[in-house]
């Protein structure tokens, strides 16, 4: 069964039932065309022959039918039948056998459509009867007529092998050329299938290979056209599996690092606690404000990953509402402002008023915070930090930039990254994990919107955000 079913359903069997079924259509047609044509054409020279033969001696037997001249008769068209290979009968009008070439068929009476249309109007009429032996009968009626009147009705048979035959011999010719044209088919088809499938199954095993676990597997298949379109596309598919499989094993070891950094931290200082009971009291508060520092530190970066993996499985759409985006700049500026005064930095702010956009105002809050607070951790004291926003067409341009630490040319591609942080020692001084820019990015894209960067080392950045005034809601939107 599961052979049959197998067997069947594979596409080398459906080209070859294909070609098989369209090439012996074609040729039951042709050979009944051909067949018929040849018949036609026999039956009707046959038709011809006989005819005018059977005229001819309807003609010469009239007078002496209508004398009754049966002997004389019986002699010659005894001659003419023995020369036609066939039997003569004549019979008088109402259908009654006066003579028989074969001599068996005297006085009966012979009713044949035939013999009835020659007698109603046709000079003659034809058809063909079956005889002894699987044998046909060519059976020829013509009129006999003598001073004007109908006196008789001659029939002329005689046998039709050789019409047979000739049939029988163009079947049997048409059959040969059709066993050669379809082993031809076979094998054509075969090749063609075979070509057809190999890179298919080719591209079955790696994907099999490749569902197994093992995800380096490529395609290697020299095929063209669709098959090769399929094989590349199958290609990028699993080089792009393998990328994100890789950055998914690159991230989770990233996170525990960063988990693991802020807990040896606490284990340390707990440590010391425990080890040394008569600690004085100060150095006892420290420890703890150290402790509950890095508690924050942990509590944030789990935060930042939740927020990062529900905005990777699109758990959390966007909650749109309309919104004022000036009013929120200028809210985050006022919080910040402490931050950056503690910093000894000055916060100047370009704010066009009564932007009003369509987004997440939760996550355009985020985007806000964590570009003014990069901004304020990479400039030293004495710098300046600078918020803008502007509607540009049908979009809302903020731009946040500083004169500070800058980023060099090199970085400015990964600054985007998850974890990724130009100068590790001096980030994680600031308390930073990278992820910061990851999520704003992140949020920005899910807003239709991008995020460029522009900056120089020693000079500052300046990150700029186009959001498009009307956010488009992309899938489903979360309650
Ligand atoms: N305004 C800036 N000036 C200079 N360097 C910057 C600026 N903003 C970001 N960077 C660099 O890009 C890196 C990534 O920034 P990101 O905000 O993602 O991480 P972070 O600030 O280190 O940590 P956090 O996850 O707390 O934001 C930073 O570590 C820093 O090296
Ligand atoms: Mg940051």
Redo the contacts with the bound molecule.
């Keep these: 069964m599961w052979i049959k079913q197998h067997l069947f359903s594979s596409i080398r069997w459906k080209i070859l039932a294909t070609f098989l079924g369209i090439v012996g259509v074609s040729f039951a047609i042709a050979a009944a065309l051909l067949t018929s044509l040849v018949s036609s054409t026999l039956y009707q020279q046959r038709t011809r022959q006989a005819s005018l033969s059977a005229e001819r001696l309807a003609t010469s037997a009239a007078p002496f039918f209508a004398q009754a001249q049966t002997e004389s008769l019986m002699e010659s068209l005894s001659a003419a039948a023995s020369e036609l290979d066939g039997r003569i009968l004549l019979l008088t009008p109402d259908g009654k056998v006066q003579l028989d070439t074969f001599c068996q068929l005297e006085t009966t009476r012979i009713t044949l459509p035939e013999v009835d249309a020659v007698l109603a109007d046709a000079s003659h009429a034809y058809g063909i009867y079956p005889a002894d032996a699987g044998e046909y009968a060519a059976v020829c009626a013509a009129r006999m007529v003598h001073e004007g009147q109908t006196v008789g009705v001659l029939l002329l048979s005689t046998p039709v092998t050789e019409l047979r035959e000739a049939i029988v011999g163009t079947q049997q010719q048409l059959l040969t050329v059709f066993a050669v044209v379809a082993g031809v088919a076979l094998v054509a088809s075969l090749i063609f299938s075979l070509t057809l499938t190999r890179p298919v199954k080719a591209l079955t095993t790696t994907i099999r290979r490749m569902g197994k676990g093992d995800l380096t597997v490529r395609a290697n298949i020299r095929a063209s056209g669709e098959l090769r379109e399929l094989a590349e596309s199958y290609n990028a598919m699993a080089e792009q599996i393998e990328n994100f499989d890789r950055s998914r094993s690159q991230f989770v070891s990233n996170a525990s690092h960063e988990l693991k950094t802020p807990l040896t931290a606490m284990k340390l200082l707990l440590e010391c606690l425990i080890d040394q009971p008569e600690m004085p009291d100060e150095l006892r508060m420290e420890f703890m404000q150290d402790m509950n520092h890095e508690i924050d530190r942990l509590s944030?970066?789990i935060t930042?990953l939740l927020t990062l993996t529900q905005m990777d499985s699109r758990q959390s759409g966007l909650h749109l509402t309309e919104f004022d985006l000036s009013a929120l700049a200028e809210e985050t500026l006022h919080t910040l402002a402490p931050v950056a005064e503690k910093a000894k930095l000055r916060i100047t702010a370009a704010i066009a008023p009564g932007v009003r956009i369509t987004g997440d105002r939760t996550k355009l809050a985020s985007v806000l915070g964590?570009?003014t607070?990069?901004?304020i951790?990479?400039?030293p004291e004495g710098g300046e930090v600078r918020v803008s926003l502007a509607v540009k067409g049908r979009s809302a341009v903020l731009t946040?930039s500083?004169n500070?630490?800058?980023?060099p040319p090199e970085?400015q591609a990964h600054?985007?990254d998850r974890f990724?942080?130009?100068?590790k020692a001096?980030?994680r001084a600031?308390?930073?994990?990278?992820?910061?820019?990851?999520?704003?990015r992140q949020m920005v894209q899910l807003h239709g919107g991008a995020i460029t960067l522009t900056?120089a080392p020693g000079e500052?950045?300046t990150?700029t955000v186009t959001l498009p005034l009307k956010a488009e809601r992309p899938g489903k939107e979360a309650e």
């Design positions: 944030g970066i930042d964590n570009l607070d990069n901004a951790k990479y400039t946040v500083d500070g630490i800058g980023i970085e600054v985007f990724y942080r130009v100068d001096r980030s600031t308390g930073g994990t990278g992820l910061g820019l990851s999520i704003v900056s500052g950045s990150f």
